[in-house]
């Protein structure tokens, strides 16, 4: 059963940036791209290099749409569904987010 689980407040996330975040049993990377109350989460895990690395990657537009870019092999996958651009067989899980009085909120899949 899925439930809405409290990660950390917003100004927690510096604009720009993301955060990892334990949520049910998942590494979540969480990213705050710009300073209005938008956020995103997808898997922390590369599939490329097996390493929880992805909320350290550097967030990107591309053709209207916000990638981050895996700091190990570069790879990007699309914040809003996980889908990566270089090969759809290994895109990552994305989860919902919420805002509520001031915390950034994942659902978990668990």
């Not at 927690?12 to 956020?39: K, M, N, S, W």
């Not at 989460?41 to 967030?59: E, K, Q, T, W, Y």
Request: net charge negative.
């Amino acid at each position: 059963m899925s439930q809405w689980i409290n990660v950390c407040p917003l100004n927690d996330i510096l604009p720009g940036t993301g955060v990892c975040a334990l949520v049910g049993t998942h590494q979540v990377a969480v990213f705050r791209p710009y300073q209005d109350e938008q956020v995103f989460a997808i898997s922390n895990i590369d599939p490329f290099a097996g390493s929880s690395v992805l909320s350290r990657g550097l967030i990107a537009e591309h053709q209207g749409e916000l990638w981050v870019a895996s700091p190990l092999k570069k790879q990007h996958f699309r914040l809003v569904d996980g889908l990566c651009l270089e090969d759809e067989a290994h895109s990552v899980p994305h989860f919902a987010t919420r805002l509520v009085d001031g915390f950034v909120q994942v659902r978990s899949a668990d």
